[in-house]
């Protein structure tokens, strides 16, 4: 049973997403009206359960489909630059983003009603999952079956292996990363994690990357499709066979866009001393268990002990709190370099960057054939982000231009799309995205991306 507890923490803001609650009240009308008072009182005989399942299905159906056409109407305000007025679906969920690609949310529906059954229930209305589910089938429709995925992107931590663990060999994960980049998918792990050197993040993905060593049905050019972005947007390694890690660091000089060459050393560091000194603030305040860790290009506290975990209030509070003094600071508010601020589960840290620059030097990297020029031929991803309400939605970011893989052709995959303290949400920006819960949901999510994939293939 749900306790109050729960469900009051859940209506705080930067633990909803506006968009899902948004359709969630629009479907919770004909639950209502159609199955909740028939599932009580009104009989249970097969005929009548059927009915009230086609109903709801066909309620359910029609309001997706006029969801569908105002994201429909959004996309044409947004691509008309002469019109000053706000699509209607603005005016109803403000925080709404950019759209990258449109979303057939009835199509999408109508298959998660066939796994999920969401019709057939008469007693739990249509709930956050079920949206996030069907939001994430109509964008890998929508980059399939309706257009060309040519990036994936990962989160690691509770995307590809569980928080803290790491991709071994027998992952599921695997042998679908496999098969992405046997259909010449380029692969990127844009991750936190910020290693400087190569064998830490060997010891994360050792799994995937000795399956792509030894596999004798991956040409070289689909083998060096994969590199991995530490750090946010710091750390950049491709795969390479002759190393001894199976990854070999790039230099920052060939991958940095123009944007970021401008970030000064000296605002880095007076943004991570002013995020350290209100890390040690929060620890103090909260009597927190933990420790200040400095790196060069992050900041972050984590547990004195592995054994010890800092309650989730905690350490949602501290990025806030963090996150708002950043804001207000002096080299917060000259905006000349970004940051990230978010709950890794265990620990809260500060990144320079975010997942949007992350994903955009990826975008850059495969698209520009590895090149600086192309890089330097190119806008960067948009350092403000608006928050965003949906799935494969987000500021205006690198939608267009030569020279990079597109926002329309890219699809991040995460875990932590919240609007606060969640390091995957600024991906938005720059890309379509899927909002995963599991390791479990992200193979299931490449599962129905194959098949969608090998349809149009065929």
């Known amino acids: 049973m749900t306790s109050r507890y729960r469900v009051e923490y859940a209506l705080k803001t930067h633990r909803r997403d506006q968009l899902i609650e948004w359709i969630k009240g629009l479907l919770a009308v004909p639950f209502v009206l159609y199955s909740q008072p028939t599932g009580v009182f009104e009989g ?14 066909r309620r359910y159906s029609e309001i997706l489909r006029d969801v569908e056409l105002m994201i429909d109407d959004h996309i044409a305000h947004q691509n008309d630059a002469e019109n000053p007025f ?10 709404i983003g950019v ?12 298959f998660q009603d066939r796994k999920r059954y969401i019709s057939s229930r008469r007693f739990v209305s249509p709930s956050f999952n079920d949206i996030r589910l069907m939001l994430n089938s109509a964008q890998i429709m929508a980059v399939t079956t309706h257009g060309t995925l040519q990036l994936a992107t990962f989160d690691g931590d509770v995307t590809l292996y569980d928080d803290g663990q790491s991709l071994e060999p027998d992952s599921p994960v695997i042998s679908r990363l496999l098969d992405l980049l046997r259909k010449n998918v380029k692969i990127g792990i844009v991750t936190a994690a910020g290693y400087t050197t190569a064998d830490r993040y060997y010891e994360r993905l050792h799994g995937l990357l000795d399956a792509m060593a030894n596999s004798a049905d991956l040409t070289p050019s689909q083998k060096q499709s994969l590199v991995v972005m530490g750090g946010e947007a710091n750390y950049l390694f491709e795969f390479s066979p002759s190393s001894p890690h199976l990854l070999s660091p790039v230099p920052r000089a060939r991958w940095l866009t123009p944007e ?17 000194a209100a890390l040690r603030d929060c620890i103090k305040s909260l009597n927190l268990p933990a ?26 509070e501290v990025v806030l709190v963090v996150q708002k003094i950043l804001e207000l600071s002096m080299v917060g508010r000259a905006r000349r370099v970004p940051f990230c ?35 330097s031929s190119s806008s960067s991803a948009s350092s403000s982000v608006s928050v965003s309400g949906g799935i494969g939605i987000g500021g205006s970011g690198n939608g267009n231009g030569d020279g990079f893989i597109k926002g329309e052709n890219t699809l991040h995959v995460g875990d932590q799309f919240l609007s606060a303290g969640a390091n995957d949400f600024r991906a938005r920006s720059v890309g379509t995205t899927a909002w995963i819960a599991s390791p479990l949901e992200t193979v299931e999510l490449l599962d129905e991306l194959g098949e969608l994939m090998g349809k149009k293939m065929s």
């Open 99 to 110: 759209f990258f690609t449109r979303l057939p949310l009835e199509a999408a529906f109508k």
């Open 44 to 57: 249970q005989g097969k005929n009548s359960l059927a009915r009230t399942r086609e109903e709801a299905h």
């Open 86 to 95: 706000p699509s209607k679906l603005k005016l109803l969920v403000p925080s």
């Open 291 to 316: 420790t200040v860790m400095r790196k060069d290009r992050a900041v972050g506290i984590i547990p004195l002990r592995p054994d010890l975990r800092i309650p989730r209030e905690s350490l949602e």
């Open 341 to 375: 601020a978010f709950n890794g589960g265990r620990d809260v840290f500060v990144d320079i960057g975010d997942k949007s620059w992350g994903v955009t030097v990826v975008q850059r990297w495969f698209g520009g054939q590895h090149g600086n020029d192309a890089l």
């Open 260 to 276: 970021m060459k401008t970030w000064d050393q000296h605002d880095i560091a007076s943004l991570l001393d002013v995020a350290e």
